[in-house]
């Protein structure tokens, strides 16, 4: 297993999966009322500008197996070879920059990379373990094209659980047992990063409820290809493995209001501690003047609130979020302090869609949009369709939770999630590259559209949207 020597973690190959997110939500919610990308190519010519990536150099790695821009197959101190050599890192096309706007749903220039390391903070105690919170994480970013010569990830479950540092108790064995499929990515485990056209732009990702880091890797991985450094992490105590252990559990659920926050700005805390070591892969490549953040559902929430706790992230994504609990944290949404991109669907059977649709109104004092998604579920915003994880449910007796597993993946009630996800990351990568890489030129895509698959979305800017039907939202 491939190890990844960082100050303080500890590294491992890591899996795969998502499970469910924001059921607390609805109870506090409740109680107050394209050609094959697996390999990383980019053969689709819409997102280059020149309209032709093909014959790319970026596509052979004979020349350079370890990514490190010196030719391997010209014999040592032949200058005249190495100088005919083509170049081994030459970009297909250039990423969002303030000259440049490629296509946001189209992968980005780089592959990406990825690698597992677990975060340990010291300041806090876990009660149920008694042991410091405990913290795996995931990393995506822009790797050196030669890794599009390697094998992409795919992410297995059980082999995550089998990690003597996930605990299942009781449920190990039965765990063990079910039949789960692995989850294939877009990424190249441990690849060399790109230091050639770095630092960065870095995004915080948080999980769902009872969820997984990696749980939506259509979304974390598409920003990383398109130049960015990705980082999520497990919350302790509201990941799958705790309601595979514990099943659900309001207490840990609520008790995770307040822990996730504090995780996200530890681990940024961490990344960009890193950033700063000599010894790290990711030495000088954030730019720390732009930092995001995004997640799914309770990890919606998560996203609006660390914007009012941290002034380094300036925009923030969330992703059918129950928005007024964040006035817990933030106090009054009527000065929110960063540009917000609110995203939900029309047919959210776990988070009621009329209060992230009218809630989005008490936001004010900021730039801010909306994406409505037509006939998009709970869990359309995340890799779960991918996964019987109704199956699992019913194996492992999730008890009621299983019920919401399938809000989203409907082939008769939803819309094709993987048409979702190529909406999604066209205005969510927009969004991101106007704001974080200085591409003015992507604000041109943030605009309502009617032709093909966007007759399936509806863009909203400010307070520019129509009323709730039926007397409206009040």
């Known amino acids: 297993m491939r190890r ?27 109680s107050d009322s394209s050609s094959e990308t697996t390999d990383g190519d980019t053969d689709g010519d819409t997102s ?29 101190g032949d200058a005249e070879e190495e100088q005919d050599a083509e170049p081994v890192n ?52 822009p790797a050196a094209q030669a890794a599009r010569g390697g094998e992409a990830y795919s992410y297995d479950l059980k082999e995550e659980a089998d990690d003597p540092n996930i605990d ?29 056209h770095g630092p960065y732009p870095l995004v915080l990702f948080s999980h769902g409820s009872n969820g997984i880091r990696m749980q939506s890797v259509f979304f974390t991985e598409h920003l990383a290809s398109h130049g960015y450094i990705v980082v999520s992490l497990d919350h302790e105590n509201n990941t799958l493995w705790d309601i595979v252990r514990d099943g659900w559990n309001e207490v840990t659920v609520m008790g995770s209001f307040a822990d996730r926050p504090e995780d996200m700005i530890f681990m940024l ?76 669907g029309t047919k959210d059977n776990t988070l009621e869609y009329k209060d992230q649709y009218c809630q989005y109104n008490d936001i004010q004092g900021t730039e801010k949009y909306f994406l409505e998604v037509v006939d998009a579920g709970h869990f359309t915003f995340s890799n779960m369709c991918d996964l019987d994880l109704v199956y699992l449910a019913e194996e492992l007796d999730f008890g ?4 919401a597993l399938n809000d989203g993946c409907s082939e008769t009630e939803n819309i094709d999630y993987q048409t979702a996800f190529s909406l999604i990351n066209y205005y969510g990568m927009a969004f991101l590259n106007a704001k974080l890489r200085n591409s003015s030129g992507s604000m041109a895509y943030m605009v309502e559209k009617t032709e093909g698959d966007f007759s399936k979305v509806h863009f909203y800017v400010g307070d520019d949207k129509p009323d709730w039907p039926d007397g409206g939202c009040d």
């Open 269 to 344: 805390d961490d990344t960009l501690a890193k950033a700063a070591d000599p010894e790290s892969f990711i030495y000088g490549m954030i730019d720390e003047d732009n930092i995001g953040i995004a997640g799914h559902s309770f990890g919606a929430l998560t996203s609006l609130v660390v914007p009012c706790l941290d002034s380094r992230v300036k925009v923030s994504v969330p992703q059918s979020p129950v928005i007024n609990l964040a006035a817990l944290h933030c106090g009054d949404l009527g000065e929110y302090p960063a540009p917000t991109f609110i995203m939900g």
């Open 90 to 141: 030459v970009l297909p096309f250039e990423p969002a920059g303030p000259d440049t706007a490629p296509d946001p749903m189209q992968p980005g220039p780089f592959p990406v990379g990825v690698r597992t390391y677990d975060l340990v903070d010291e300041s806090r105690i876990n009660n149920r373990t008694e042991r410091p919170r405990w913290l795996r994480t995931e990393i995506w970013y």
């Open 48 to 76: 280059a500008p020149d309209g032709d990536t093909e014959d790319s150099p970026d596509g052979d790695t004979d020349g350079d197996i370890d990514g490190d821009g010196d030719s391997e197959t010209a014999p040592d």
């Open 168 to 196: 299942l108790g009781e449920k190990k064995e039965d765990m063990m047992a079910v039949s789960i499929p692995p989850l294939p990515s877009q990424s190249y485990r441990d690849a060399d990063i790109d230091t050639e």
């Open 4 to 30: 990844w020597p960082l100050q303080n973690v500890r590294s491992r190959s890591c899996p795969s999966f998502l499970l469910i997110l924001a059921i607390l939500l609805l109870v506090a919610a409740c």
């Open 400 to 403: 009621d939770a299983a019920n």
